[in-house]
Each structure stands twice: as C-alpha cells, then as structure tokens.
C-alpha cells in the first residue's frame, strides 16, 4: 500500500467515524457484544438498518461481507475503489466488492491485518497477518508503560504492539521474519500517524549489537515437530526452541534497568513446570517473573491451534494425529502458556528468578513493575531495617473457613487477599492478621511486634523472628507496603 493510499484510506475512514465508539454506537449494545463474541449475523443485520457509508464500512472491513461496487465507491470518496483494489485492501470483480484485508478500529488506533480464518472460509495462506488476538491482549496489558527511549517489538505482525509502545517509547523498532506483516505494520503505522523502524530478519538478527529499554515478543510461539506451515505461530523449530532462543539472547539487548515482556509456551514433562523455564532462564543473568497462565494437555493444545487455521476436517483430523503422536514420543505431557518478564538487575546483585502459575488474576504492567520493585525491597531490606519501617497494609480483605462443628462454626483457615493483584493471597495466622491491622504507616514494625509480644506474653525476639517471613511473605505480594 503507497502512502498516498494510506493516507486516502484514513481520511475516509475518520470522516464516516470509523472508531471503536463510531462502531459500537452503530450496532447497538446487544448487536456490538454480540460481534464481540464471534457471531457476526445481527452486526451484518444493525448495518442493513443503518445504511451509510459507516454501515458499508463495518460490513466491508469488519465483517467480511460483499458490497456493491456503488456503496463501496460512496464509503471511500477519497481512497477511490481502483487504488484500493490495485493495492489488495480490497477485490472488485464488477459486480460485488469486497476486502482482503481486515482493518479495524482498536482503542485509539486503526490496525491492518489479514481477515481471520472465520472471515476468508478458507485456509489461511503461509504468509498470513494475524490480527489482535488473545495473546496480543494479554501482552499489551502485561508491559511496564514507564516511558523510555528505545523499544523493540519482535515479530510484530500488524503492529499492535508497536502502536502501544508508541504511547510512552521514542524510538521503537519493529521487526518480522514476514514481509508481508510489515508492510501491514507500515501501513497500521501510517494510519496512526506513527512511524516506526521496521526491519526484515530473524529473532535478534535485524538488531544485532542494540540494545533497548523495553523488548516486548510476542513470537510464534506454538509447540510442535517444527512445523513451518504458518509464519505467524510456526517457527520451524522443534519444540520450544524458538521460545528458549529468545529468552537466551534477550539480555545481550537489552540496556541497564530494562524490561523486557516475551509470550512463551514451553514443554512440560511432569510435575514441575518451571523446571524447564528456570533451565532457560539460568545463564541469562535477569531477573525473572514467569506466569504460567494455563497448562493444557496435547490433545487440548493441538486442537485449539488446529481450529485456528480453517482447514478441512480430514486434514485436521490427520495433522492432529501426527502432532498427538510426535508429543507422545517426546515424552511431553503437556504444554505450559504464559508470559515472562525480565529485568536487568542492579550492578552486583544477584538474578532471582520466580516461576508461578495464577490463573484467576491477569497479568498487568503496573503489577509486574511493582513485582520487581517489591523483590528489590526485600532484597535490599535487612530484618533490622524491617522492623524500623513505618509498613502500611493495602486496600485487603480477610476471607475466612470455618466448618460447622460441636460447638457452632469453626475456623479451619484464613487468608488476606489483595482484590485484583495476581497470586495476592496469604494465609494469615492470628499473629499476623492482627500485625496488618496494626500496619498503618504510623508505627515502626518492631514496635508493633513488642506491643503482640506483651498482650500475648511471649518473648519479643522469638514472636520476631517467627513474623519476619510472613510479614516477607506479605511484602513479596503487595499486601504490606512501605509508603515513600
Ligand atoms: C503471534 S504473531 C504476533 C503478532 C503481534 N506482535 C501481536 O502481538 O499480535 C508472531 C509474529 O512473529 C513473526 N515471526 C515468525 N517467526 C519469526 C522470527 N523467527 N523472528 C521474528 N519474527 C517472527 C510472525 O510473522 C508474526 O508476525
């Protein structure tokens, strides 16, 4: 698509009010949520009623369906129907018109993508575009938005990432193995009025020797045999590999302080999941959170990826059984979903790396800021600066178990949990509930602590050194702060 094109196309889709409100409004809420859950139909019916060239809009480029040449040259006055069809936004066999690309409205922006299986009714191609899927989303909410001179998104598809780090980034370069996402990026990028650094090559390659402040990845990341038959999710390597590869080189670009974000999947084999993280993550030096965020079994995983690409059923019924059958023979009994973060430690210190599975709560850039900033805390805090800090208790909630019993109810269990913080929850013991009550940024720890010791009438030391670590503990997951 030539600038000019791009340019054209967004003043046509501005002037109809093509935007995420502009959409939302012309569908109506049931219509709108609908559409939001895959089925399309009553959106395609609210554009019929609508009529206009935002109606036209929306059923060109959101849905997927045919237009007349008239209506379709009526919603685009100034991109006009003979360039967009020589640049392959849209098909125009004389009789009906309609789009090859999918272009949408996304919070403030505009993307450009590749219509998904569901829109074309058909296989995908190799070189397909991904749109915003789900992991996109769980990675955009995931990264730490502090601004910062140099991004890198790798492997950015239709850009949204990108568009997102344009928001709080300088410079961001973007980089795929796919020539044809970039030129989707380029034209995400222009449509936005942005203008990234977008290069052509392999993992690290295009940018071999930089370094950043943030690298965000969202890589083709599926486990298999080394498939090669899509390059937006199959890496041609076996395996988790292309993920291990990742991790691996990441802090040879990365500048100090920095951050950096990677969707991953991995093999499981057994009980422990991080085993094989933690192995990636050894000799990189970061510090690491890993979220397992789901473990799915092969049969599971395989069919969810197969059901992505549109294929007929036989086909997917026989690469399904040679996929079950490679997995069997690697032992692998199931696959580990998440996201990893990484930060580049402080001159000296030590890389602590933690493997976790949360799988209520997702994953935010503000949480995993003050993850790190909560490790940093506690490794910088010796017990006796501990017990002089003024600590105050988050916004909690104590939950309690009790069971019926001979004597009315009994509690067998409590816990503080901090609502909305992933993985925010500790089991509280008497002591230790009633030392965050006590935390209300006004009096030192140590002297909370001799205040317990006295009414319980124990030794002020021995109650200290039984509360420390949970009171860690309590740190450690955001539910105990020290205000600045
Ligand atoms: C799952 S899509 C993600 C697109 C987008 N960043 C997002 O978050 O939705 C993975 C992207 O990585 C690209 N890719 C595949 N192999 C790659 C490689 N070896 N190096 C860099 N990018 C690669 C694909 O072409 C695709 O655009």
Redesign the pocket.
Known sequence: MTEDVVDALGADLRAAGYTVDGVAELLGPDAHAALGRGVWWPALRACDAAGGALATLVRLLLLGADESPQRAAEAFPTAGLAALTACGVLEDTGETVRAILDIRPYSDFLVVSDQDAALRGGPLHR?H?????G??LS??RAVVRTPVRRAL??????????LHLSGHCDHIV?????E??LAL?AATARLNGMSWDLRH???F??VAGERFDLI??????VVGAGATDY???????AGDG?CRSIIEQVADHLNPGGTAHI?ANWIVRGDDWGARVRDWLAGTGLHAWVVQRELADPVSYVALWLADAGEPTERVAQRGGAWLDWFAEQGITGIGMGLISLRVPAAGERPEQTCEEILDEPVTGPEVDAFFARRAYLRHTTDEALLAARLSTAPVLLEEQSLPGEHGWQQIGAAVRRPGGPAAVIGVDEVLRALLAGCRGEVPLGALIDLLAAHHGVDTGALAEAALPEIRAAIGRGILYQAE
Do not use: H, K, W
């Not at 575009?129 to 899927?133: A, E, S």
């Not at 998104?153 to 990108?162: E, R």
């Not at 973007?174 to 796919?178: E, F, K, R, S, V």
């Not at 965000?216 to 990341?221: D, G």
């Open positions: 070189d575009v991904l749109g915003i899927g992991a996109s990675l955009a998104d790798l492997g950015t598809g239709c850009g949204v990432q990108a973007a980089t795929d193995t796919n044809r996402a990026a090559g392999s993992l390659e295009p965000v990845s969202n890589p083709p990341f390059i937006y999710r199959d890496s041609g390597v292309l969707m």
